[in-house]
């Protein structure tokens, strides 16, 4: 199996930025694409970027396009998620999870997933 675990979040104030890592364990990192979703008390979970084995290709939800980034390393086993010009409705946890599959944009095909990473935003 693979282990995921975030880190990186806290408080900081609107317009502010964070930066979140996934750090993933054992030797095959670089065989799963690596997405990252967040979820608020009451409220489904939401897909917020994805990235592919080689970072050759990203994908991003409208309501971050523009201010997130999502990167890889895979010599450090990590996943990143630059977060620019952040806003109160950003808050939540986020989680990483990966995929074994070439269809990585589904939800369903993730089938590992860190534990969360708290992110609040002040206005």
């Known amino acids: 199996q693979v282990q995921l675990v975030e880190s990186g979040g806290g408080l900081v104030q609107a317009g502010d930025s964070l930066r979140l890592s996934c750090a993933a364990s054992g030797r095959t990192f670089s065989t799963y694409a690596m997405g990252w979703f967040r979820q608020a008390p009451g409220k489904e979970r939401e897909f917020v970027a994805a990235i592919n084995r080689s970072a050759s290709n990203t994908y991003y939800a409208d309501s971050v396009k523009g201010r997130f980034t999502i990167s890889r390393d895979n010599a450090k086993n990590t996943v990143y998620l630059q977060m620019n010009s952040l806003k109160p409705e950003d808050t939540t946890v986020y989680s990483c999870?990966?995929?074994?599959?070439?269809?990585?944009?589904?939800?369903?095909?993730?089938?590992?997933w860190g534990q969360g990473a708290q992110v609040t935003i002040s206005s």
């Open positions: 999870a990966a995929s074994g599959s070439t269809r990585y944009l589904r939800v369903g095909t993730y089938d590992y």
